[in-house]
């Protein structure tokens, strides 16, 4: 298997993961967090795989589903070697770096980020829909000016 299979898996999988989309409907720091990640320079190096290869060998992942724990085995070895700029990241967002690695390891725990620095589709469509829904608000009537 390659790194490029195993993203694959992921990502195909997360679109079937709608409760990971919870976080997003309560913490907008997370969602502005997703957006940046599109726009940031994030190198997807190149994890040990070896150990992984044994584990399908006559199979794909479409065969051969992983178990729960393998799965979140190879999520970990995915992310071992990813690195991103955490100070431009933190300035993006105006944030401290220290919550702003908090912040990313909680997008990683959802799944909402991966690490060749795109996002969950599912993220993406209820952040479009948000947007879409605040451009859509009316204003309310204006205020009528009390006379004195």
Known sequence: M???QILD???VRGQDQGQNLHPLIH???LRNLIVA???LQVEFGDPDLSSLQAEKVGGTLADVPPTQEEENRWWKILWSETEYDKEDLANSLRLDPIKIT???DRAVAFRLI???GTVSELAIKYIKGEVAKSLQ???GPKPKKEEA
């Open 27 to 29: 913490d907008p720091i």
């Open 37 to 39: 990640w599109t726009m």
């Open 137 to 139: 608000k009316k204003p």
């Open 2 to 4: 390659t790194k490029g």
């Open 114 to 116: 991966f690490p060749d």
């Open 102 to 104: 908090r912040m990313v």
């Open 9 to 11: 898996y992921f990502k």
